[in-house]
């Protein structure tokens, strides 16, 4: 993950001002925590929702 991290921030798509170790570790934390809570979601819609609050944060998303 940490390597991940390493291209996609030399690459411009992730955040530069925060230490991939700290990117791996959120990432890391946010799937323990998802997979030991309620309710459970099916497969994809776990993966989903990780991704969207690791990338997006948790800001609103906009309505389409």
Excluded: H, K, M
Excluded at 6 to 19: K, L, N
Excluded at 22 to 34: H, I
Excluded at 38 to 55: H, K, M, N, Q, Y
């Amino acid at each position: 993950l940490r390597r991940l991290f390493d291209r996609a921030q030399s690459a411009g798509d992730i955040r530069e001002d925060i230490p991939n170790s700290w990117l791996t570790d959120a990432l890391v934390g946010l799937v323990v925590s998802v997979l030991s809570s309620r309710p459970v979601l099916g497969r994809e819609d776990t993966i989903a929702v990780v991704s969207a609050l690791f990338l997006d944060g948790a800001r609103p998303r906009p309505v389409s």
